[in-house]
């Protein structure tokens, strides 16, 4: 229903129907054209309860977007041809262990958003931020059985497997949370919250293989007796808004 575009800075302004979208990382949000009557008439329902941020929201925003007042779809609408989305539910399985617990932190901790859960660092921490571990490192299988217990109860009881199944299932998720909390025998990567941290986290890993290999060719020039002494100090760390200065041909 919605598209989230790439971070960019904002002015805010007091009146909502004045105001863009922005998400907690600074992102453009956009109602997708073809999202348009379904999201109108899921605020209408809200506002005709009399939830009253739903009516303001009618109001300032949605009423206008129905009626196309000049201005309101250029701010919160992105006119595209693609077709609505359709959302599939499927399980997560224990034995896909990076989703398997990044769901367990989702469906059975506490937090404000994904942001807060997993940009800690570790998996570990992202338990901890959603309140299914203490906040200390001497975890022991009691804290395993724990929330295998939260996760039998909570969640696998209710999807529509065999009892064999059913077993695999309680087996595999013990044997992750095993790994992941006492035997730290799994990796401890969170995952990405949106395709935009994944392009982020793709660029950070590209630039640094950059680095690497710069780094490398200025000190093979550097250790070459033959031409060290004609090299510019900022050789290395030259830029487009630090350029390389004296530069020689050979």
């Known amino acids: ?3 989230v575009a790439g971070s960019q800075e904002c002015s805010f302004h007091a009146d909502v129907g004045d105001q863009p979208w922005f998400d907690g990382l600074s992102r453009r949000v956009l109602l997708r054209s073809c999202s348009v009557k379904k999201a109108v008439n899921f605020v209408r329902s809200k506002a ?17 977007i129905d009626r196309k007042y000049p201005g309101f779809w250029e701010r919160f609408v992105q006119v595209t041809d693609t077709h609505q989305v359709v959302s599939v539910v499927s399980l997560v399985n224990p034995w896909d ?5 990044a769901h367990l932190c989702m469906s059975l901790g506490r937090y404000r958003s994904e942001v807060d859960l ?3 660092g570790t998996m570990t921490a992202a338990f901890v ?11 022991s ?6 929330i295998l217990r939260r996760y039998v109860i909570e969640d696998l009881r209710f999807h529509p497997i065999s009892a064999r199944q059913f077993a ?8 992750a949370l095993t790994d992941l909390i006492t035997d730290n025998a799994i990796g401890d990567q969170t995952p990405c919250v949106s395709d935009i941290m994944l392009k982020e986290q793709a660029t950070d890993v590209l630039s640094t293989k950059e680095q690497v290999r710069r780094a490398n060719l200025v000190t093979s020039l550097q250790d070459d007796p033959a031409i060290s ?3 510019p100090d900022n050789l290395l760390t030259g830029s487009l808004a630090n350029p390389i200065s004296g530069v020689q041909r050979f």
Request: glycine share 6%; hydrophobic share 35%; aromatic share 8%.
């Open 97 to 101: 262990r990076t989703k398997f617990l």
């Open 48 to 64: 005709h309860r009399g939830d009253p941020r739903a009516i303001e929201m009618r109001r300032c925003v949605f009423k206008p």
């Open 141 to 146: 299988r009691d804290d395993v059985r724990s």
């Open 129 to 139: 931020k959603a309140g299914l571990l203490p906040n200390s490192s001497s975890w």
């Open 168 to 175: 695999k299932h309680v087996k595999g998720a013990m044997s």
């Open 229 to 231: 002494a004609c090299l």
């Open 118 to 120: 997993f940009c800690n």
């Open 1 to 3: 229903m919605f598209r």
